[in-house]
């Protein structure tokens, strides 16, 4: 413990030093942290980015922690850090979600060469060990795209969907292939004559060099041909030939060539290129010429004479008439002008949007000049290219969605409608029906704090909205409403005051009343009246009930005596209560009686009451009680006498009150109002139910009604009873009609348009998303509007002005006298005119306002001819005569021959110069055919409806009487196509054709209701439908019939029956009739009898006797019973009182009691019979127990005027004894026994909907514009698939029908000519090709027929060019051949297998060289190469021929049988010439097909030990073939034969190449070693002597296969 001097000290100085001790901490600190930021030991760290969140699409954050960290490793305070170092916490980033994956795809190009791999770090060169492939890379390019246009995105797209394909795999690239060619042809044939001639010989390629393979070799070979005949000196034979030179390109005549008098003077001298002005002939002038002059000039051309040999020759040795024309006008060349570009336009992408994808801008430029004699075409006059790229910094694109309206009011009608046509409402409609709603796009509005806005957007286009519409139909209900069922009506109660508790005056009521068995069900049900009252004089509400004792005398044993009453008091209920309440004065206790003595008439105690004859009394009729006591013993002698029979029945009136009887009536309760007390109570409450806007109340009037006779005074009715007028209720919300706003007007047209008297029009709509209820604002009328564009801009009108043609322009009269000494003006020329363009005032314009508006530009040059002195003239061609009206007829016309040409004769040649022309007159009559098959049987169109969306209907007309088409085919006389109007103004054959109607199930009506199968308690009743018409051609089919008949469909719900409904009626037993023949009384056995008899007690009237079978038949009471009447002297013992009550568990141990008494002793001592029986409580016997039974569900019962939807499945609740019998709920009610609560249950019956279908679009465009094939087609959509047994969907959504078969007219382009020299006979010409106009039906091999170039246009194909270059070459000049053959198919393989997918195929042309004087001239031989499909692979070996002379001839073949030079590999070539090394220098040596030195026939080698031949020995005898000893190895000398050619195989050589002996040769020496063994064994045996010693044999040399050297032998 511290002294407390001592902590007021520290308080102290603490105190005092607190304020500088802050400071100094603060210093430190702050000295330290700037220490820190100076050494920088603090530096960020970013954690890794999360989950890209938020919306879809390039809307998305990503977020990432990111903390200040010591470079120690510890965390610190994010102030140590520079916060300009500081990374970036956020970003944006592109969110995928799932409906991405149908917007974007990987999108992989095809695999690029393979390419060498490279083998650390360089690429690997092929070597020329290659012996099939070498291992390569092969690469391609992966990008994620989008599907709509094609651009690229980030690939983080894709991958969410599917992994990255690989963009690199490995790959074979195959062994360098030389270029492979095909055998040489044949020596061409050597011309005749003397002097040196040539012959060639030519080859193709067959396969072109790849993969760096060897080029090709030379394709021709040329050689001096043998037979040379010298020529004699000068003599040489040599053919000349007229050569046509190239035309020069096309200039304008220099200012030397004109003459001042109009003549031109040829100028060779002079090169300058400077333009004069001048005219001649029609020539304008040049300097300074406008954009749109046509300039004509000149072009010229050599022609020569040619010798073969190549030399030129005088050019008489080659005149011939036909000269060829060295001189033409031309149209001087003049490039296409275009305007500057404009500039460019906006970029379409103004906004960032999620597909990632570029905008575009475009410019253009217009036509200023065209192209003229063959200047350059005009370039393109758009340009176009992407902007926008990434567009970060461009604001988010607008996003839409698709919206819609509330569902609208459930449609009941078009299920009924479907069901039968011919419905028609009897009665509310409930049921299963279809509901619809409005579907439009709409822009997305961002959400905030997590709550819908309630803006409402406007509608835009729907192609706006990514991904499925939602649907616009749905099945839906209308509740159905039922009634209560209702118990039957109880007995009439007592009558009594209206209120008990505050009884007043002397008038009351009776009342009886019936309960609910099962509730009403939906908004319109409801129940009947529970409760019916009359009213009635003197009521009570308590009374006294008085029960008797036994008789008990006065005076001995008989005689008077008294009962003792007993008396208490009860209310209306039977629930006893105090006996102040009764005011009636209580009963008295004693009540006299009197016991009858031992001789006196004994009778019966009083029966009960019998049940009152009449429900109600009036004037006719009143109501009456029975009730009966019976004699048990006569009277002796002497005793009291029996009472008459009158006197053992009495009489009392009963339910003597009116038979008019009231009720209180209701009308359905009214609307919710509101209430100003109520509404004061809303103000200051909180109402705890739904989402209302307050309480308000509802009324109903009420009424009393008097039975049967209408409305009754108030006060008729029991006030008490009346039900309640006013209830409290939910007040609905109002709700205001809801509608977007108008959508954007139409774009009206921003091009210009042609005016052609109609009005455009633009429209805006809008759409109700929510309609009026309630008392809420109303919607408005006009949701459509529509107005005129305005500043339409018309395009504007431009036309063409051609002038008068120009007089023809000819070569200038220099350039013809130079070239050719022609002074005569005349032959070929061009002619020229001038164009204008005209506004639609007839006002000039610029031209490149017609070249954009007015099309193609009219010809501004012509061919013409100015006729020669010794030319033919003729008149101009008559008209042709008229044709009459037969088609055979020909029509003609003439012309005739002028001036002098009368007289020439070159001009009466008819077939150069006709003077008639015949032609078939023009036929009006056409042939149709029908064409392709019939369509399908199309149904009339109905008027259609201008409306937005797809509605649905309910009376599709999808059946009936229509029409199907056959297309026709209309030619005229000569079998040429026309159109088909010509034959049938629709272009069909039409016929009239029926669709069937599907047939549904037709049923009856439901029968009436059946009586209920039980008459107490729960049971069934039924009603029935029988089957009329079956279904038939896809119609709803019949509902599940029953099994028992076929015909039938049956309903059966649970109903109740109240159990004393039809009860047993009973009256008195009749005095017991005694067995006697005698008619006086007598005592003894008899029989008394009463009457039984079956009623409706549910009836007015108590005595209405109905069919006994209505009464449970198990229960019927006996009519006769047996009896006795007790004699004088007898005891007589009262009846049986009731037996006691069973516990309620039948407990078997337990005992009922029943007991009686005596009424009058017997006269002598007998006893008595027993006066109490007592017996066990037995289940079932005598006693029982009782429960609740419940029914199981119904079926799902629906409305009278409902056919499927929302229904109510019911069950009914019975009270059921221990042994299965049915009694009154009365027993369950009175045991207090649970009840169950939920008695009927929702229940839907699924609806049969037929498919819905849009309506049919327009028929499309036909697919081809004319010929054969072309198809048109329409188109339905499903609105609404089948449901349940509904009629099922079409499997044709589509129709086609065949379009009527239009002309097809092409231009057709001839064969090429030969080339066309104009009179020489080789060197540069023309070829040329005739365009023709013919009409086909575009079938796969159309067969043209000719007809007028007019009906193709003037739009000609894009390869139309009508002539071309060409040579011809001259004697003695090297030209290239005609190009070969493509050849074959061929795929690179490897090991047989095909290495590409496509093969290729090769042509070459080479160069034939016709004399040796002109081979350095010679062109390059040509090589061309194409991709190919279904070639083959193709392997190549080596052939060889038989060895001849150790000579052989080695060539190359490929698999399919050709000869070929390349392809095979140069490495595996085998030797062609056969020799030995070391050379065989040895006599009588020669080197062996092996390759070894062999020694030539009768001889025989010496070899060494190395395999090599020593020398060759002579074969002793081989002169006459008899020699002792033979060598293997012995060879004889090849000879020039096939046979030993053929047999070289076989012969045997024990030694190898090397010099080595074989294997065979040391198996052939053990097998005959053991063979030589076997034999000296065998003959050891054979030769033995018995008992004789062996002597040894003597020695014996052996044999030797060599020889020893010597010559001689």
Request: some cysteine.
């Amino acid at each position: 413990m511290f002294p407390r001097v001592n902590l007021a000290v520290t308080h102290w100085v603490w105190k005092s030093m607190r304020k500088p001790c802050l400071l100094l901490c603060l210093i430190l600190l702050l000295t330290t942290h700037l220490e820190g930021k100076k050494d920088n030991q603090f530096i960020w760290k970013p954690g890794p980015w999360g989950r890209c969140t938020g919306n879809c699409g390039p809307g998305g954050i990503q977020t990432r922690g990111v903390w200040c960290f010591h470079l120690e490793g510890w965390t610190s305070l994010l102030s140590n850090c520079e916060e300009a170092d500081k990374p970036e916490k956020e970003r944006s980033c592109f969110r995928v979600c799932d409906w991405h994956g149908e917007l974007f795809e990987w999108e992989v190009t095809e695999w690029q060469i393979c390419v060498l791999a490279p083998v650390h770090g360089e690429v690997r060169p092929r070597t020329s060990e290659c012996v099939t492939a070498q291992h390569g890379l092969q690469h391609r390019t992966v990008r994620c795209v989008q599907k709509l246009n094609r651009t690229v995105v980030i690939s983080d797209i894709c991958e969410y969907f599917a992994p990255q394909p690989p963009t690199e795999q490995a790959c074979l690239i195959p062994c360098p292939r030389d270029c492979v060619v095909s055998e040489f042809s044949p020596w061409s044939v050597c011309s005749k004559g003397c002097g040196k001639k040539l012959q060639h010989r030519t080859r193709s390629v067959i396969s072109p060099p790849l993969y760096g393979g060897v080029m090709c070799p030379n394709l021709t070979e040329s050689r001096g041909c043998d037979s040379h005949i010298p020529c004699p000196l000068g003599e040489e034979e040599y053919v000349f030939s007229l050569k046509v030179g190239p035309w020069s390109k096309c200039r304008l005549p220099h200012l030397k060539e004109v003459s001042l008098s109009g003549r031109t003077i040829l100028d060779f001298s002079s090169d300058s290129k400077e333009r004069v002005t001048f005219k001649h002939q029609g020539y304008k002038p040049h300097h300074h010429s406008k954009p749109w002059d046509v300039e004509i000039g000149y072009q010229t051309r050599q022609v020569r004479c040619t010798r073969s040999d190549g030399k030129n020759a005088m050019l008489s040795l080659c005149m011939q008439d036909n000269f060829p024309l060295t001189f033409q006008s031309c149209v001087m060349p003049k490039d296409c002008e275009t305007t500057d570009w404009s500039s460019w336009s906006q970029c379409s992408k103004t906004c960032q949007s999620g597909d990632l994808s570029p905008g575009f801008r475009s410019r253009s430029r217009s036509i200023k000049h065209i192209a003229i004699g063959g200047g350059q075409e005009c370039p393109e006059l758009q340009e176009k290219e992407a902007c926008n790229l990434g567009g970060e910094l461009l604001q988010l694109c607008s996003r839409y969605s698709w919206k819609t309206s509330e569902w609208k009011e459930c449609q009941v009608t078009l299920l009924l409608e479907q069901q039968d046509p011919h419905w028609h409402t009897t009665g509310p409609l409930c049921g299963g029906g279809i509901q619809t709603r409005e579907l439009y796009c709409a822009q997305s509005t961002p959400e905030s704090s997590g709550q819908p806005s309630k803006e409402v957007s406007r509608p835009v286009d729907k192609k706006l909205c990514p991904g499925p519409a939602p649907p616009t139909s749905r099945l839906c209900n209308v509740p159905c409403s039922t009634d209560c069922m209702v118990s039957s009506w109880s007995a009439w109660g007592l009558c009594v005051h209206e209120s008990c508790q505050d009884p007043q005056g002397k008038k009351g009521f009776r009342l009886r009343q019936r309960h609910i068995l099962m509730e009403s069900t939906g908004p319109d049900g409801n129940c009947p009246h529970l409760m019916e009252s009359v009213p009635c004089d003197d009521p009570t509400c308590y009374q006294w009930l008085v029960s008797e004792g036994v008789c008990i005398p006065d005076h001995g044993k008989c005689g008077l005596g008294h009962h003792i009453l007993k008396a208490v008091c009860q209310n209306d209920k039977g629930e006893e209560v105090s006996g102040n309440l009764c005011l009636a004065p209580p009963p008295p206790e004693r009540m006299a009686c009197e016991i009858p003595c031992r001789m006196d008439c004994v009778v019966s105690e009083w029966a009960e009451w019998s049940a009152c004859s009449q429900s109600c009394s009036n004037k006719n009729t009143e109501g009456k009680q029975t009730r009966t006591r019976t004699i048990l013993a006569l009277a002796g002698d002497g005793g009291k006498p029996c009472p008459p029979l009158q006197a053992l029945q009495e009489y009392r009136l009963c339910n003597d009150h009116s038979c008019t009887y009231f009720y209180w009536e209701t009308l359905p309760w009214g609307p919710c109002s509101e209430d100003a007390l109520v509404t004061a109570l809303n103000a200051t409450s909180t109402w705890s139910g739904e989402a209302t806007c307050g309480v308000g109340i509802q009324t109903r009037k009420v009424f009393c009604m008097k039975n049967h006779m209408g409305q009754a005074m108030i006060k008729r009715c029991p006030d008490s009873t009346r039900p309640e007028t006013v209830r409290p209720c939910l007040l609905p919300c109002k709700k205001d009609c809801v509608v977007t706003p108008f959508s954007e007007w139409t774009h009206c047209p921003t091009s210009c348009q042609r005016e052609n008297g109609t009005l455009i029009k633009q429209s805006r709509y809008r759409i109700v998303i929510q309609e009026a209820a309630n008392g809420g604002q109303e919607c408005p009328d006009t949701l459509f509007e529509e107005r005129e564009c305005e500043d339409i801009i018309y395009c504007p009108v431009y036309r063409w002005k051609p002038h008068k043609w120009n007089s023809c322009i000819l070569v200038p009269e220099s350039v013809r006298q130079g070239m050719m000494g022609i002074s005569e003006a005349c032959g070929k020329g061009l002619q020229t005119r001038g164009i204008t363009c005209l506004s639609d005032d007839n006002q000039s314009a610029e031209m490149i306002d017609c070249l954009k508006w007015a099309g193609d530009t009219p010809p501004l040059v012509q061919e013409c001819h100015v006729p020669c002195r010794d030319d033919c003239m003729f008149t101009p061609w008559s008209k042709f005569t008229p044709c009459s009206t037969d088609c055979d007829t020909l029509r003609t016309r003439r012309r005739q021959l002028t001036g002098k040409s009368r007289k020439k004769d070159k001009c009466q040649n008819a077939e150069l110069y006709p003077l008639v022309e015949v032609e078939a007159c023009p036929c009006e009559i056409f042939i149709s055919q029908p064409h392709g098959n019939w369509s399908e049987c199309i149904l009339p169109e109905g008027k259609k409806e201008a409306q937005r969306g797809l509605k649905l209907r309910g009376d599709t007309k999808a059946c009936g009487k229509g029409v199907r088409l056959q297309a026709i085919v209309c030619s005229d006389k000569n079998g040429r196509l026309v159109d088909p109007s010509y034959c049938s103004s629709s272009g069909y054959i039409e016929e009239e054709c029926f669709i069937p109607c599907p047939f549904d199930c037709k049923l009856s009506d439901w029968s009436n209701w059946g009586s209920c199968s039980s008459s107490c308690g729960i049971g069934v009743r039924i009603r029935s439908k029988w089957l009329k018409e079956k279904p038939y051609n896809g119609g709803r089919p019949c509902p599940k019939l029953d099994l028992k008949n076929q015909a039938q469909v049956h309903e059966a719900v649970p109903c109740y029956s109240e159990c004393n409904q039809y009860s047993w009626v009973v009256e008195h037993w009749s005095p017991c009739r005694i067995n006697s023949e005698l008619r006086a009384f007598r005592c003894g056995e008899g029989i008394q009898t009463r009457k039984v008899r079956c009623v409706n007690a549910t009836d007015d009237s108590e005595s209405s006797r109905v069919d006994s079978a209505l009464c449970n038949q198990a229960e019927i009471p006996t009519e006769a019973q047996p009896c006795s009447l007790l004699c004088p002297n007898e005891c007589v013992m009262s009846n049986w009182g009731q037996w006691s009550k069973c516990p309620q568990s039948c407990d078997p141990h337990s005992m009922q009691r029943r007991s009686r008494y005596l009424l009058r002793p017997p006269l002598s001592s007998r006893t008595c019979a027993e006066d109490s029986q007592v017996q066990p409580c037995i289940l079932n016997e005598n006693c029982f127990q009782y429960h609740y039974n419940i029914t199981e569900w119904s079926m799902c019962q629906l409305s009278e005027n409902a056919t499927c939807g929302q229904g109510v499945r019911t069950r009914l609740l019975s009270c059921m004894r221990s042994d299965g019998k049915s009694v009154s709920m009365n027993y369950c009610e009175q045991q207090n026994l649970e009840r169950p609560m939920k008695m009927s249950l929702r229940c839907l019956v699924e609806c049969a909907v037929n498919c819905q279908l849009s309506e049919w679009t327009t028929w499309t465009e036909c697919s081809q514009t004319c010929g054969h094939g072309g198809q048109m087609s329409r188109t339905r959509f499903i609105i609404m698939q089948a449901q349940g047994e509904g009629r099922p969907c079409p499997t044709q959504l589509t129709q086609q029908k065949t379009c009527p078969v239009k002309p097809c007219y092409s231009w057709v382009m001839g064969d090429w000519s030969a080339c066309k020299l104009e009179g020489g006979d080789c060197g540069d010409g023309v070829q040329v090709r005739n365009l023709s106009c013919v009409v086909h039906n575009a079938s796969a091999s159309p067969t043209g027929k000719q007809v007028e170039n007019t009906l193709c246009g003037e739009l000609l194909p894009q390869d139309s060019v009508l002539q071309l270059p060409c040579s011809v070459p001259c004697p003695g000049d090297c030209h290239l051949t005609d190009w070969s053959e493509w050849s074959t198919c061929e795929l690179t393989c490897i090991d047989g297998r095909s290495f590409e997918t496509m093969g290729r195929q090769s042509r070459s042309r080479t160069f034939v060289i016709q004399s040796f004087e002109n081979q350095d001239n010679c062109p390059e031989q040509v090589l061309e190469t194409r991709p190919c499909t279904g070639g083959k692979c193709y392997h190549y070996i080596w052939k060889a021929s038989l060895w001849r002379n150790n000579e052989r001839t080695v060539w190359c073949q490929r698999s399919d049988g050709i000869n070929v030079t390349g392809g095979c590999s140069a490495q595996s070539r085998p030797a062609s010439i056969r020799q030995c090394n070391p050379a065989c220098r040895k006599p009588f040596s020669y080197c062996t097909q092996g390759g070894v030195c062999g020694c030539e026939k009768g001889y025989t080698e010496i070899m060494r030990s190395d395999g090599i031949l020593d020398y060759c020995v002579k074969i002793p005898g081989s002169e006459d073939k008899k020699a002792d000893v033979k060598n293997i190895a012995a060879k004889n000398k090849p000879v020039n034969s096939k046979i030993h050619d053929i047999f070289k195989g076989w012969s045997l050589q024990p030694l190898d190449p090397d010099g080595r002996v074989k294997l065979w040769v040391y198996g052939v020496s053990a097998g005959g070693f053991l063979l030589l063994i076997f034999l000296i064994f065998t003959s050891y045996l054979v030769c033995k002597k018995p008992k004789q010693h062996q002597s040894t044999p003597p020695q014996q040399k052996p044999l030797t296969l060599a020889y020893d050297g010597d010559l001689d032998m």
